[in-house]
């Protein structure tokens, strides 16, 4: 019996997971058995999250979801795109209907379907990831500032290991109600609104 092995990696937080998906073909010399024929297991559904203008973030742009499903389909595996609104919809996507969701582009996710996603991998589906999702600076500033205003956050930025580009880009992702100042400016306007 040959075999065909299709392997995806995934890293989610400090851990690697592997998913291998073994396929076998019968050899052509194989005696034909009278034992009767075992259920063909379902095939494997696997759906890659794809969204025009969606923001790429320590991830390749050049790598296409679609690109990434036609490659999973040319190994056997039926592969669909579904954008953010598909991935919140637990009518839509959701653990029975797929094994795998493949985030592709990289650190960002679609944040109005985060709650589904949690739902997604709590009941056994797997998270393919291109990056590091749900960890970017830009959600741990959110956090922090909470909801009142003006809020002030110290964000620390992590010189060796960022790049202006990392900077521009979480300030795209944080949007037009964050303003990043200096450490000197931080402490004038805390100053200023703590003193009125």
């Keep these: 019996m040959r075999r065909k092995f299709a392997c995806f990696a995934a890293a989610i937080g400090s851990l690697a997971a592997f998913f291998v998906l073994i396929s076998a073909s019968a050899n052509a010399q194989k005696p034909a058995s009278t034992t009767p024929r075992?259920?063909?297991?379902?095939r494997v559904r696997v759906a890659v999250f794809a969204q025009p203008g969606f923001p790429f973030y320590g991830a390749n742009p050049t790598v296409a979801p679609q690109q990434i499903a036609a490659d999973l389909r040319a190994a056997g595996v039926a592969a669909e795109l579904l954008d953010a609104d598909a991935l919140a919809r637990p009518d839509r996507f959701n653990a029975s209907r797929y094994a795998a969701v493949v985030l592709t582009y990289g650190n960002t996710y679609p944040a109005d379907a985060f709650a589904n996603l949690q739902r997604f991998h709590h009941a056994g589906g797997s998270l393919v990831t291109t990056g590091i999702p749900f960890t970017h600076?830009?959600?741990?500033?959110?956090?922090?500032?909470?909801a009142a205003r003006p809020a002030f956050v110290n964000a620390f930025i992590w010189n060796w290991g960022s790049t202006l580009g990392d900077l521009k880009k979480t300030l795209e992702l944080l949007g037009p109600n964050y303003v990043a100042v200096t450490p000197s400016q931080l402490n004038a306007l805390y100053r200023e609104t703590n003193t009125q």
């Design 38 to 42: 075992r259920k063909q297991p379902p």
């Design 137 to 146: 600076a830009a959600d741990q500033i959110r956090a922090r500032a909470g």
